[in-house]
């Protein structure tokens, strides 16, 4: 069949240093793709680097920067919102941090210690994500094996919204997807904002924190590439405490702060000195999100795990009786301390299980399914193999339809439930 003629076809000659910017238009209409190949020279994707003549793809809502050190050709075909060329970016600064943790492994093999725990903070839209794949990108391309730690729980990139995770890289991130995931190590949260329940978050937190050091000392190669820690955008208040207890939980050795001084210098204050504080410029290449469009990439998120990135994962869908399974949620309607029993406080109700009857309540719901086999053993800090949804819910028969990764049957596990919801369309 005859080809549509596209007269949109882009080329863009890069001086070394710049990058080409461009978002993809995200009207209603899904289905825009614009391709992208590097014609000449060479040329980067968030630290991946582009093989010439390959065309990548990307779709409706993808904000890209492609970045040149020694300039290159890139030829752009199909509809974007802008695309424009830059020639300021901050990537001289980014490639020099990623010189400093790469002096600091080197140290730590020669010393036989482990490697340079880095930690990324700053408000919401400020590139943090983006640096973590940078930086986590040109380690491996260094052939080291650094962790990724994401404690985002809104907007995470290794498993479902809700959760924090952990996963060893060991080869660069795909141009339009995230790492690769071998096995990763994820704890249930439950819910997108970290300030929903302080108590579980720090509680996840240090689990998260404990079972990657006990990692990194068990896989040397990883031990001396040390880890890349991405934040949430929640930095002021209970958020900075947060902060706080990430450097102290994952033994932070660098936090790398982008966009705001005044989070900089608060942390300079109060880290002990050890601990190094950078400040870095954020880009200007970074696009602001709307409410509309986070809540639009945590349901892509979601989809994504069941569907995978090209819908190539085909989940099953099954019915549950009530009987054969616990659902339990964390955290217990708040009390003041005057009534709780002698010696609790209230922040001990919010890391409480709490029993869920099955029901319409769960209906659209994300459940994780624990490692846990019962409530006698710490349910809340133990890791999650995985999630399903809640996709019907027949109070007749007693019965739930869920979606799930696995075949049937669901493990003989306790589930927990999110406060993620997710409408599956398919
Ligand atoms: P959050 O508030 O969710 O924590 P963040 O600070 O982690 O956000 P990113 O997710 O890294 O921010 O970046 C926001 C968006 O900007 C992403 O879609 C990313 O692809 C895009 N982006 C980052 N850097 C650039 C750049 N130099 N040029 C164009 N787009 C960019």
Same mark, same amino acid.
Request: proline content about 11%; hydrophobic content about 40%.
């Given at each position: 069949d005859a080809k549509p003629k596209d007269s949109s076809e882009q080329e863009f000659k890069l001086e070394p240093d710049t990058e080409l910017r461009f978002e993809v238009e995200n009207p209603d209409n899904k289905s825009e793709k614009v391709v992208l190949e590097l014609k000449s020279g060479n040329a980067e994707i968030f630290g991946t680097e582009l093989v010439k003549d390959k065309p990548y793809f990307f779709w409706s809502g993808a904000k890209v920067a492609v970045f040149t050190w020694h300039g290159c050709t890139l030829e752009l075909k199909g /509809?974007?919102? $802008?695309?424009? $060329? &830059?020639?300021?970016t901050p990537m001289v600064m980014y490639l020099n941090v990623h010189a400093a943790l790469e002096e600091e492994r080197k140290k730590s093999e020669a010393e036989g210690k482990r490697g340079p725990i880095a930690m990324i903070v700053g408000p919401t839209d400020v590139g943090k994500s983006t640096l973590c794949k940078i930086l986590l990108n040109y380690a491996v391309r260094a052939t080291r094996?650094? %962790? =990724?730690v994401d404690l985002d729980v809104g907007q995470g990139q290794i498993s479902v919204p809700g959760t924090i995770g952990a996963l060893l890289v060991e080869r660069p991130s795909g141009v339009d997807e995230g790492f690769s995931q071998l096995?990763? *190590? $994820?704890?249930?949260? !439950?819910?997108?904002?970290? !300030?929903?329940?302080? #108590? @579980?978050?720090n509680t996840v937190v240090t689990s998260l924190g404990e079972v990657t050091m006990d990692r990194m000392r068990s896989n040397k190669k990883a031990n001396h590439s040390g880890a890349i820690i991405n934040t949430c955008g929640w930095v002021k208040g209970d958020g900075y405490h947060q902060i706080l207890h990430i450097a102290q939980a994952f033994e932070a050795d660098v936090i790398l702060v982008l966009d705001q001084e005044r989070l900089y210098n608060e942390l300079v204050r109060d880290m002990p000195d050890s601990v190094r504080t950078l400040f870095l410029p954020k880009s200007g290449g970074v696009v602001e999100r709307t409410s509309k469009s986070r809540i639009d990439s945590r349901d892509a998120r979601v989809r994504e795990y069941f569907y995978g990135t090209k819908t190539n994962l085909y989940p099953h869908s099954f019915d549950v009786k009530f009987s054969d399974v616990r659902i339990y /949620? %964390?955290? #217990?309607?708040? *009390?003041?301390?005057?009534?709780?029993? @002698? !010696?609790? /406080? &209230?922040e001990d109700n919010m890391t409480k299980l709490v029993q869920v009857t099955p029901g319409m309540s769960v209906l659209n719901h @994300? @459940? &994780? $399914?624990? =490692?846990a086999t019962g409530v006698e053993e710490d349910v809340i800090r133990t890791n999650v193999a995985g999630f399903v949804c809640v996709t019907e819910v027949d109070m007749d028969r007693q019965t739930m339809t869920v979606l799930s990764p696995q075949p049937r049957p669901l493990p003989q596990t306790l589930l927990l439930l999110s406060e993620i919801q997710f409408m599956d369309s398919h």
């Open positions: /509809k974007t919102d $802008v695309a424009y $060329v &830059a020639k300021e094996r650094p %962790i =990724f096995a990763p *190590l $994820v704890y249930h949260y !439950g819910n997108n904002n970290p !300030g929903a329940n302080t #108590a @579980l978050y /949620k %964390i955290g #217990a309607p708040s *009390l003041p301390d005057s009534c709780m029993p @002698l !010696g609790m /406080k &209230a @994300l @459940l &994780a $399914v624990s =490692f």
